[in-house]
């Protein structure tokens, strides 16, 4: 075999090895597929480097950090991956407010999930994130709209009758502190008319003890005159 020739073979060789060797996202990607997350993750944090407009790729990075517990570096990843994103926002909002959520920043995570759901009202899986928010925020009202939002949007979701619950028992707080205030309102009028009548009952009886005091000082006079 001449030297050219085994050239050629050998560097054919490697050019199709070269054509068949994963690359780093792949490879990552059959580990998350696996939950292997630790093994994953510095694959992705090299496919990140060979490829920073891969939005793609900050998703997976992201959720990576998210499953570790690293919040903070979470919400980091998913905003830098919003910069570059251009079809997956809404995504990208929806993780943002699930970091921020797992901090306790409930209010900033209500926030994300709004803009998730502005971005793509279809998008389902944020109507039910703003609905836990929002119980931990006490806004019940707003939480059962999204709940019901969210069973019309997925009405397959394994989560139906856990979901459905948590309607039924909002709805019945609602309706008791509503009822609350009703009574509390007919107490308040209740209060006022009684003291009304109070008020014009005592009224009355003053003007009667002034008129017998003038007839008793008429009595007197005369008796003085006499």
Known sequence: MSAFKYFTVATLFIFTSVLTMASPLEDAEKLLLENKFKEAQPLLEQALLREPDNEKIYLY???VYEHFGKYDKAFQTFSKGLGVS??????????MGISLYMENKITLAEEMYTKAINYDMSFEAPYLNRANAR?????????VDDYKYYLLLKPETPQRSEIQRMIDLLSGYIAAEEQKIEDAKQREQNLKDLLDTLEKSNSGNKNLSAGSETITSDYENEDIMD
């Open 86 to 95: 251009r079809d997956k926002k809404h995504y990208f909002y929806l993780d």
């Open 61 to 63: 990075l992201g959720r």
């Open 135 to 143: 119980v931990a925020l006490k806004k019940y009202p707003d939480a």
